[in-house]
């Protein structure tokens, strides 16, 4: 119980200096993840959306929000937006492979193509 009152005062907090900075990459991506994590998916896909057009060149931006849209179940988009993050820079292929959050795309046979290309799978 402790943890999830810790949570809903971090995101209060956050949503908070996101309404007075609403540019600040660094603010925006916290409350990504807390968003995430307290189950709020459609709010925190709408975040890594807005940070990928802050950021159009952070290739973690563009993995955040391929994990995103994976827990959305978009599985296309998720992977065309996941080979965009590789493109950028994106190498963390072990992490890639085994992240909860793109749990949808594991089995996806897109997904198997995009290892298969990175010769990893």
Not at 36 to 41: A, D, E, L, N
Not at 75 to 90: D, H, P
């Amino acid at each position: 119980m402790a943890r999830r009152s810790n949570l809903d005062f971090e995101l209060s907090f956050f949503e908070s200096l996101h309404r007075r900075m609403p540019k600040d990459i660094q603010v925006a991506s916290i409350l990504a993840h807390i968003y995430t994590q307290v189950g709020r998916i459609d709010a925190g896909l709408k975040m890594d959306r807005k940070l990928v057009r802050l950021d159009p060149e952070d290739p973690t931006a563009h993995y955040n929000l391929a994990c995103s849209l994976s827990l959305k179940g978009r599985n296309s988009e998720a992977l065309e937006v996941l080979r965009t993050a590789i493109s950028l820079g994106y190498k963390d292929f072990h992490w890639m492979q085994h992240d909860p959050d793109l749990g949808a795309l594991h089995e996806y046979a897109g997904f198997r193509c995009l290892l298969s290309d990175l010769g990893i799978g």
